[in-house]
T-cell receptor
């Protein structure tokens, strides 16, 4: 199994809503990542989890809250988002944190209204 | 801070023509990765280069890492419509091991 599975694929939420994005991998990878990608732009790194611990937070606003319940799961909790937060949110995993290829999920297309 | 820039930003080619995208870093990179993202898709890993001057080939794709490890290139010979997408290089930033994406080159192949 070389897949990273993200749910939901699409999400529309209001600015007062609370929602969560989910990511799952069963490759035994020890690093997991959240990226944000706006149209026609490169993916921007948001968070890195290494061995289930948050190792990098790229100065992401607190309305985005990551969580790693176990080595296979990664969540991104969303609260009080702004319309400019609308984007494709990509989850990725790699065998180790850095220096190895990253496997990406299909992404969640988020629209904030 | 360190940035990885790619040129060109966009490239339109006739099917069968060659294509090259260049990746340039302001600092020396310990290694570099290349990814392809199809329209509406997610990034897919293509290759990783580690050694100075390294050249790797995958069928019609040739990847090169510069001698100074500050630049890299991806060359596609005889493009096909299946090559359409955005090609990103990705390199580590600062002392960390995490990879940050370059600005990307969007390739359109005209049949």
């Amino acid at each position: 199994d070389t897949e990273v599975t993200q749910t939901p694929k699409h999400l529309v939420m209001g600015m007062t809503n609370k929602k969560s994005l989910k990511c799952e991998q069963h490759m035994g990878h020890r690093a997991m990542y959240w990226y944000k990608q706006k149209a026609k732009k490169p993916p921007e790194l948001m968070f890195v989890y290494s061995y289930e611990k948050l190792s990098i937070n790229e100065s992401v606003p607190s309305r985005f809250s990551p969580e790693c319940p176990n080595s296979s799961l990664l969540n991104l909790h969303l609260h009080a988002l702004q319309p400019e937060d609308s984007a494709l949110y990509l989850c990725a995993s790699s065998q180790d944190p850095g220096y190895t290829e990253a496997f990406f999920g299909q992404g969640t297309r988020l629209t904030v209204v | 801070g360190q940035q990885v820039m790619q040129i060109p930003q966009y490239q339109h080619v006739q099917e069968g023509e060659d294509f090259t995208t260049y990746c340039n870093s302001s600092t020396t990179l310990s290694n570099i990765q290349w990814y392809k993202q199809r329209p509406g898709g997610h990034p897919v890993f293509l290759i990783q280069l580690v050694k100075s001057g390294e050249v790797k080939k995958q069928k019609r794709l040739t990847f090169q890492f510069g001698e100074a490890k500050k630049n890299s290139s991806l060359h596609i010979t005889a493009t096909q419509t299946t090559d359409v997408g955005t090609y990103f290089c990705a390199g580590p930033r600062g002392t960390g091991n995490q990879f940050y994406f370059g600005t990307g080159t969007s390739l359109t192949v005209i049949p």
